[in-house]
Antibody, heavy 123, light 112 residues
Framework: QVQLVESGGGVVQPGRSLRLSCAAS????????MHWVRQAPGKGLEWVAV????????YYADSVKGRFTISRDNSKNTLYLQMISLRVEDTAVYYC????????????????WGQGTMVTVSS | DIVMTQSPDSLAVSLGERATINCKSS????????????LAWYQQKPGQPPKLLIY???TRGSGVPDRFSGSGSGTDFTLTISSLQAEDVAVYYC????????FGQGTKVEIK
């Protein structure tokens, strides 16, 4: 069965960096685009970034552009999110989510989600 | 960005009764050449990640019970739970994928 397991969250001061990981199993990781979606405490969902199945394209929400970098290692079935210059407003649970399309760019439908990892940015 | 607005923010429905959630987009999410609406619905139970319920506005996801249905086109969409069960207590989100993905603010469904 599809499994997505995020890790790397924690408490960090404003301006510092953090790298999240998402280990995937149970499906052909290299065939699917992968996303990061976040949810601030008690709030709704916000899409953060996507990387295409083959790593050829990546796109970001305006709120994180220039500060966050999505990447993937298809040999390790792992998705990453490098976050720099963190702000208090980046505090959220970060989910990795599989794109519903296979071997296409990105449908932007999120058909499987991990349990999430909490990132708290606070001084 | 396309703004998604859901109504109501919350609703309480008796077990076995119908629950209806509305979602309106600030611009059309209908891709005319495909005749497809780029609209999905998700269910998020407390302490859990979201789960895909509906995509293409009306296609149920894998394993989703048939009491869940989606309808609408263009800018106005509806998620209907035909007979509310206790396990349906959750927050429901609509999401457009016509452009950069955006979500509605969520609708909390409770038992009356």
């Amino acid at each position: 069965q599809v499994q997505l397991v995020e890790s790397g969250g924690g408490v960090v001061q404003p301006g510092r960096s953090l790298r999240l990981s998402c280990a995937a199993s149970g499906f052909s990781f290299s065939s699917h685009g992968m996303h990061w979606v976040r949810q601030a405490p008690g709030k709704g969902l916000e899409w953060v970034a996507v990387m295409w199945f083959d790593g050829s394209n990546e796109y970001y929400a305006d709120s994180v552009k220039g500060r966050f970098t999505i990447s993937r290692d298809n040999s390790k079935n792992t998705l990453y999110l490098q976050m720099i210059s963190l702000r208090v407003e980046d505090t959220a649970v970060y989910y990795c989510a599989r794109d519903g399309g296979a071997s296409v760019g990105a449908t932007k439908v999120f058909d499987f989600w991990g349990q999430g990892t909490m990132v708290t940015v606070s001084s | 960005d396309i703004v998604m607005t859901q109504s109501p923010d919350s609703l309480a429905v008796s077990l076995g009764e119908r629950a209806t959630i509305n979602c309106k987009s600030s611009q059309t999410v209908l891709y005319s050449s495909e005749n497809k609406n780029y609209l999905a619905w998700y269910q998020q139970k407390p302490g859990q990640p979201p789960k895909l319920l509906i995509y293409w506005a009306s296609t149920r996801g894998s394993g989703v019970p048939d009491r869940f249905s989606g309808s609408g086109s263009g800018t106005d969409f509806t998620l209907t739970i035909s007979s509310l069960q206790a396990e349906d207590v959750a927050v429901y989100y609509c999401q457009q994928y016509y452009k950069t993905p955006t979500f509605g603010q969520g609708t909390k469904v409770e038992i009356k």
